[in-house]
């Protein structure tokens, strides 16, 4: 047959040469729905000539008699070879390349047809997520891939979202999913050692990000084995296209403002409040009175000016890409300043990244990435990470508590300053505020710098059609350096002064090797084996100086003149991780599908003897549409797979390097060194165990017009590791040791629907949609123990219970404020109704029943669990609309079913000096009044919740926000062909821009703790939320 | 075919690759601590340990400051200026509860301690005594035993009746003696008072057999305990028990017969002629007998220091600014005794506020970072310990027990001169030597072991009430991780 075509052509070729003149071929290039291709590169196979297509998408060329063949190219499609030869006009018709169904999907060590996916795995790709006003990739992931939730803790920029695919999977270990970036998998987490965040993923340049896959069952991460519980996170850089070199310009400038924000007292309030507080407290002798400021005018201070301010953000980046058929590259540089809402908190990434690819013959492909980054992220103590929400610093807090009738500078304009609290000018009480915010932002400063470098090679031998061989070796070096200088003269530094400087070093090499084997025999068994080898090892090592008593205030610079050395950020650990793994996928004529997944792992930081495990999954699919007796409603459901999984994965992330052991730590007696006793072992410690079910089915309609997954997930959790506390008696250090002891368990279900709604040449309309539940169970703890509950710093707001879902709201109930006397009525342990009276007279208790008689005071001891904090639905709804040159987008996200804790309004109620929220003066002022707010007593902080957290301040968490909104331009390629630009998009877009919720704080999607697994879903002082919008502009040339 | 031929290489290399993983990184181990199997290795590290020990009793929680403070503040010589709740307000006026946070992190390091001492000494049988010798296995046991012996001591003073009540018949504490670290027994029921007193006892008697008589060094003499260190405690031990006779016959051991009072024996212990000396660098005196030493380097931490909470802050304008002016001293408590003369070196201890004339203890006055030793034994509490026991042992107005009280005074007051004659009853003699402990050793944590170990009332203060010692908030109650999870603690009337 070929030497027949071969003859044939060469018939015709001598055909042609007879003629042997220049010819000319016409023709029409469409897209697979039947409109016109503007702009679709012709060029003539094997020759740099070539032509583009015009507006109605048709093209005339001129080829000389040797011309045989036509390339053609657009970017986003297919490229097509059609023949020329014997022809003089060509149809022809380009395929998007990325059209949803027929895409591939980064699974571990490989790739797969969309279609033929058994296992869960949601993508997302880097187009959605490029360009958007974030610091890292994850924090756009909300609402864009069915069962991942998302949740930005507060406007703090680079602080790292809660991010949890299918729920919560851990008590004491990470939940946070596995990242894995191009084959290396990444360190996670918040590096920083000193205020400043800083979230490590930020160093990834969202503009170099391909797709991004997130693997959820068994069966998707059982590849990952001993780290895959929380999910598997795919990261794929993008790699260059043979063809033209194209360069592209990205970029955009932003507004941050914060929203939201509480409303507080003004200072005229703010008296009458406090003064009436004084008056119930029977406090005579102090008042709070106005003082006047340089205007002559009583001050009246809105606190927020000073710490909240409209940010300023810009970002470039530029990126080259191309390549000839065997070498293809990709390079990119970015840079991007951002302000956040929170004064001085800036963040500054440079990132430049070089990719090569070179298929250097057949058989041997080479290639590999690099990216160099450096970030910088400063923040004053924003009191909005974990462990810092009642810092008297907290520049969340602070413009909540201090006073609007005194001012941050004197009239004489120096700081307004008594010892190291804010003067209190003419008030006549001892204390108006914390720490005066201004010189502390002024004088005080953190700052975290990282650098890191991530890249590996490659090496692939394709020896034989059906083996393919792969080694690749990977590295991430990251050196974080942390700045803090705090002032003598006010704050936390006051009044000795402080500078610390650490360096901390996480070095990570990655070795892996593959083989796979692919075939398909009779036509209809196709088989696919992988099999492979992975090592990797981690160090960290940090040190540091933490210099306190500054001799002169002039020194801010740990370089400088202090009195007292000592050292911070000491750490050194390594750890070890050697695997084999395997996977088989094998399917019958694309009709049924077979996947098994195995991996051991070894892991030094697990004790002796424990630190081999073992882990698989395994899953099949049915693609019903392809039986024949389907083929009825082929017309209508084109294709309907059913799918399911199982399988077991561990949890090992977050476990130190050597918690294994029994150790002795330095120490200093006086002048001497000391060994002490610092951590018992815990030397039958293992993974955590997950047993993944997954069941569901994927649909496409109307030729894959609306297309669908629907999967039904439950994770049982076992073997979770859990700080069992001890008799402190036994005087170990802790007073908790490490053992595998809980079991849990996440169930839900997940749909997603895209739909092609309209699709008309001049407008589009494509929308997807999709929703998770989440229940989450703990169903067993240590023995004897049924429950423990976990702190938010100085409060206790979380319970863990069996039976209920981790991390519950545990506060104590109440009954509103008696109409008779202003009293708020507590319920006690023993169901009973007792109301408070901050002030009562001599020889009277605070605490009575209701008939007056005295009652045992309540405290936390009466708390009861109430209300949980973990969503019981999430998920989003995109929109991306096309019309003629414009474009238009709204991604909506929600949550719901889940409450959180408003501590920031126990605060804002706190009848101390602090500032209240406006609805105090709404409060009881005489009998019969009908008010949620009791009467206001000086000093009292127990009525609303600040003494001990209440049900009051749990409210319900649900939400819809607008999370994304743009509208774009592309200018026409009839403009643009003559400035040789390939494409020019303007457009403007909004992140954060409109909320629907109850919650009575600035925000519902918070979290004060983090990525705390057990104590979620608490809002306590954290700054509020940025809303920004930004105008951009995309070029390709 | 021949193409194949030449990638078997590669293939080869692939599988070699796959099989050179380096196995023995999976038994990585820490490179910055010691194992726990390592750690008596050699001598150093036993002599490590041993500082780790006493390190371990001078935490901030414990006798780096807030032990002796909790004892101070649950008298009646200080008013609380802060109302802070982390400095211990609950303590002062008495509203502690079982999660209070000194109740729990006060339990919590003693039992270290305690723990670190047992590990030590299982250690020390199973390979330690091999290692390090004879002479100083000997040494270092009686430390570690001292150690032991100190904190039970130091633990029945808050969290167990005292001693006279029922004749140490009361509830004690959970007595522990072999080391702990893996899973095991949470559950341990509470000796009987006397019966941790008979084990602090026989750990300080073997002490005393067994410490050496002195150190190489001043500094380690005041640090490290040695045999006179275990005697003088004894006579504390004794004097909390009531039990006179043993108190002069420990104390004889270590102070002469006439004044000069000094010990004869062993580390020759006297006192300093001027007493600020005592409490100023190089803290080296022969008055010290036991404190814990701290460098800029070794600071007791954040709001434990004493001078954090008795000296007074910058705000109150004093010079040098060191504390944070927790707690000033009561002007009509022992201030106002008519005896304690305005010319007594120790009233240069007390600081006057210009503007409001609030007093403020500053014995312990570096700044500013916080590098004053905390005395816990001094000679100067031995001689007022055999004092009193003289008077009480033999009911009678003691001739060397008006001497003993006269040498501690007149250090100070050179102008006052007790005779026996100056006390009509053998209860005026004891009145005044209870009011020159109050006088000397203010500050440094006796006020309420005094009030407890003979029944007292704690009088009230400020807008406190007294505590008679009937009432619970006589002792403190007992940590509530404690009673949660060791199933055979109970707790505090």
């Not at chain 1, 590999?368 to 992220?377: D, F, L």
């Not at chain 1, 709604?757 to 929308?767: G, L, M, P, T």
């Amino acid at each position: 047959m070929r030497k027949l075509l071969a003859l044939l052509g060469g018939l015709l070729l001598f055909y042609s040469s007879l003629l042997a003149q220049n010819r000319t071929i016409t023709g029409k290039v469409t897209s697979d729905n039947g409109s016109p291709l503007p702009n679709v590169s012709v060029m003539i196979k094997g020759s740099s000539t070539g032509t583009t297509t015009d507006s109605d998408g048709n093209f005339t060329l001129t080829v000389p008699p040797s011309a045989r063949a036509l390339i053609f190219s657009s970017v986003g499609m297919d490229l097509v070879e059609v023949s020329i030869v014997n022809r003089t006009t060509v149809e022809v018709q380009l395929k998007p390349t990325d059209k949803d169904l027929q895409e591939v999907v980064v699974v571990g060590y490989g790739t797969q047809k969309r279609k033929e996916v058994t296992g869960a795995v949601s993508s997302v790709k880097g187009t959605q997520i490029a360009n958007l006003p974030v610091q890292s990739f994850d924090a756009t992931l909300g609402g864009r891939a069915a069962g991942v939730q998302i949740t930005v803790p507060n406007g703090l920029l680079n602080n790292p979202p809660v991010f949890r695919v299918r729920g919560t999977n851990s008590l004491s270990l990470s939940s946070y999913p596995l990242i894995v970036v191009d084959g290396v998998p990444s360190f996670t987490g918040d590096v920083s050692q000193v205020n400043a965040v800083a979230n490590v993923l930020s160093s990834i340049n969202p503009n170099d990000i391909e797709s991004i896959d997130i693997l959820k069952d068994a069966s998707a991460t059982a590849i990952y084995g001993s780290r895959a519980a929380n999910g598997v996170v795919l990261i794929t850089t993008k790699k260059g296209k043979s063809g033209n070199t194209r360069v592209v310009y990205d970029g955009w400038a932003g507004w941050t403002k914060p929203y939201g924000l509480w409303e507080l007292l003004n200072a005229e309030q703010y008296m009458t409040i406090k003064n009436e507080g004084l008056t119930n407290a029977n406090i005579t002798n102090q008042k709070f009175l106005p003082t006047n400021g340089p205007d002559g005018n009583p001050i009246d201070t809105r606190w927020y000016d000073y710490v909240y301010r409209t940010g300023f953000s810009q970002s470039h980046n530029v990126s080259m890409s191309g390549g000839s058929q065997g070498t293809t590259f990709y390079f990119s540089a970015g840079y991007t300043d951002q302000e956040g809402i929170l004064v001085k908190n800036d963040f500054t990434r440079k990132v430049a990244r070089v990719t090569l690819d070179h298929k250097a013959n057949k058989i041997l492909t080479l290639g590999g990435t690099m990216s160099y980054s450096n970030e910088v992220s400063k923040s004053p103590n924003s009191g909005s990470v974990p462990g810092s929400l009642f810092s008297t610093a907290g520049l969340g807090r602070i413009p909540l508590v201090t006073a609007p009738n005194v001012s941050p500078y004197k009239n004489d304009g120096t700081y307004n300053l008594l010892g190291n609290a804010i003067g209190v000018m003419n008030n006549t009480t001892g204390q108006v505020g914390f720490y005066n915010p201004v010189p502390i932002i002024d004088l005080n400063r953190a700052i975290n710098e990282n650098n890191r470098i991530l890249g590996n090679l490659y090496l692939m031998l394709k020896p034989v059609k059906w083996l393919t061989l792969r080694t690749q070796y990977g590295i991430d070096n990251l050196n974080s350096d942390n700045e803090l200088y705090w002032s003598p003269i006010h704050g936390d530094g006051f009044p000795r002064g402080n500078a610390t400087s650490t360096l901390a070093k996480y070095k990570r090499w990655n070795w892996t090797n593959t083989a796979q084997f692919d075939n398909v025999f009779a036509d209809k068994h196709t088989l696919s084996v992988l099999i492979g080898s992975e090592q990797q090892r981690t160090t960290s090592d940090g040190f540091g100086l933490s210099r306190q008593d500054v001799t002169d205030p002039f020194f801010t610079d740990v370089q400088g003149s202090y009195v007292t050395p000592n050292t911070a950020g000491l750490m050194r650990g390594a750890n070890y991780l050697l695997s084999a793994f395997g996977r088989i996928n094998y399917d019958y004529e694309k009709k049924y599908f077979l996947t098994l997944n195995g991996r051991q792992d070894e892991y030094s930081a697990l004790p002796e003897g424990f630190k081999k495990g073992e882990f698989w999954g395994v899953s099949g699919a049915w693609d019903i549409a392809r039986e024949k007796f389907w083929s009825k409603l082929e017309n209508v459901v084109n294709s309907f797979r059913l799918k399911a999984s199982y399988g077991t994965v561990g949890n090992i992330g977050g476990l130190g390097d050597f918690s294994a052991f029994s150790l002795y730590a330095g120490g200093l007696y006086g002048d001497r060194g000391a060994f002490l006793y610092n951590q018992p072992p815990s030397d039958s410690l293992q993974w955590e165990t997950s047993k993944k079910f997954d069941i569901g089915f994927a649909f496409g309609l109307f030729n894959d017009r609306i297309t669908g997954e629907f999967s039904y997930y439950k994770n049982d959790i076992d073997g979770l590791i859990y700080r069992i506390p001890q008799a402190p008696s036994r005087g170990i250090p802790g007073n908790a040791l490490l053992q595998n002891v809980g079991s849990m368990f996440n169930k839900g279900i997940e749909l997603t629907l895209n739909a092609s709604v309209i699709n008309k040449r001049d407008f589009s309309w494509n929308a997807s949609f999709n929703i998770a539940t989440n229940k989450n169970e703990v169903t067993k703890l240590a023995p004897g123990i049924d429950e423990f509950t976990t702190a938010s710093d100085l409060e206790t707001v979380n319970i863990t219970r069996v039976g209920e879902p981790l991390g519950s709201f545990f506060v104590v109930r109440t009954a509103g404020v008696n109409p008779a006397n202003g009293n708020r009525i507590f319920i006690n342990k023993a169901g009973q109704q007792v109301q408070y009276q901050h002030v009562v007279p001599a020889g009277q208790s605070r605490w009575k029943f209701m008939d007056g008689s005295t009652a045992p005071a309540v405290g936390s001891q009466d708390a009861v669990l109430y209300k949980s904090p973990i969503p019981t639905y999430f998920g989003g709804f995109d929109n991306n609309f096309k019309f003629k040159n414009f474009d238009l987008g709204v991604l909506l996200t929600f949550q719901g079913g889940n409450y959180v804790y408003n501590g920031t309004q126990a605060g804002l109620r706190d009848q101390r000096f602090w500032n209240n929220h406006t609805d105090v003066l709404s409060r009881w002022t005489k009998a019969g009044d009908v008010t949620e707010i009791p009467r206001i007593i000086f000093g009292d902080n127990v009525s609303n919740g600040s003494a001990f957290p209440i049900d009051v301040n749990v409210e319900k968490g649900d939400f819809i926000k607008v999370r994304n909104i743009y509208v774009g331009y592309s200018l026409p390629r009839s403009i643009l062909s003559k400035a040789n630009i390939t494409s020019a998009r303007f457009y403007i877009s909004g992140q954060n821009v409109a909320i629907i919720r109850s919650y009575s704080g600035p925000d519902p999607e918070v979290s004060s703790n983090g990525n705390g697994n057990t104590n979620p879903g608490v809002d306590r002082n954290s700054i509020a939320n940025g809303r920004t919008i930004t105008v951009g502009l995309n070029v390709g040339f | 075919m021949k193409l194949k031929k030449i990638y078997i290489l590669p293939v080869l290399m692939a599988l070699t690759i796959t099989s050179s993983c380096k196995r023995e990184l999976l038994d990585a181990s820490p490179t910055t601590q010691i194992i726990e199997s390592e750690a008596f290795d050699t001598p150093e590290r036993i002599l490590g340990q041993i500082n780790g020990l006493y390190a371990s009793i001078k935490s901030g929680q414990y006798l780096g400051g807030r032990y002796i403070v909790y004892n101070e503040i649950r008298g009646d010589e200080f008013l609380n200026e802060l109302t802070n709740g982390v400095t211990g307000l609950q303590t002062w006026n008495h509203t502690l509860g079982t999660n209070t946070a000194e109740v729990v992190n006060l339990w919590n390091a003693g039992y270290y301690a305690i723990n670190s001492a047992n590990l030590f000494l299982d250690g020390m049988q199973a390979k330690g005594n091999t290692v390090a010798g004879d002479a100083l296995a000997k040494n270092y046991n009686g430390e570690a035993r001292f150690i032991r012996g100190l904190v039970y001591f130091h633990l029945l003073q808050l969290y167990a009746r005292p001693y006279w009540d029922g004749n140490g018949a009361k509830e004690g504490l959970p007595l522990r003696l072999t080391g702990n670290k893996g899973p095991g027994a949470n559950d341990l029921k509470r000796s009987t008072v006397a019966e941790v007193y008979a084990q602090i006892l026989s750990d300080l008697t073997f002490a005393e057999q067994n410490l050496p008589l002195n150190y190489s060094t001043a500094i380690l003499n005041v640090t490290r305990a040695h045999r006179n260190t275990a005697i003088a405690l004894k006579t504390r031990v004794y004097l909390a028990m009531q039990q006179y006779a043993n108190v002069i016959t420990e104390a004889n051991k270590i102070v002469s017969a006439s004044a000069p009072f000094t010990a004869t024996t062993g580390v020759q212990h006297k006192l300093e002629a001027d007493i600020t000396n005592v409490f100023k660098s190089p803290y080296t005196t022969l008055e010290s007998i036991f404190s814990m030493p701290f460098t800029a380097n070794n600071l007791p931490g954040t709001q434990n220091a004493l001078a954090h909470y008795f000296a007074p802050s910058a705000t109150q304008f004093a010079v040098p600014a060191v504390g944070n002016g927790e707690y000033s001293i009561k002007t009509t408590g022992i201030l106002a005794d008519g005896g304690w003369k305005l010319t007594d070196k120790r009233r240069s201890f007390i600081w006057t506020h210009p503007t409001n004339s609030k007093r403020y203890l500053i014995k312990y006055q570096t700044g500013p970072a916080q590098t004053d030793n905390v005395p816990v034994i001094r000679y100067a509490e031995v001689l007022l310990n055999l004092a009193e026991a003289l008077a009480r042992n033999t009911n009678s107005v003691d001739a060397r027990a008006v001497e003993l009280l006269n040498a501690v005074r007149q250090r100070s007051d050179p102008t006052t001169t007790f005779t026996v004659a100056s006390f009509p009853t053998v209860q005026d003699l004891i009145s005044a030597i209870l009011i020159e402990r109050r006088i000397e050793l203010i500050g440094e944590g006796f006020r309420s072991p005094d009030l407890l170990r003979l029944g007292l009332t704690i009088p009230g203060k400020g807008n406190v009430n007294a505590i008679n010692p009937t009432q619970s908030e006589y002792i403190w109650p007992i940590s509530a991780q404690e009673l949660l999870n060791n199933k055979l603690m109970t707790p505090n009337p």
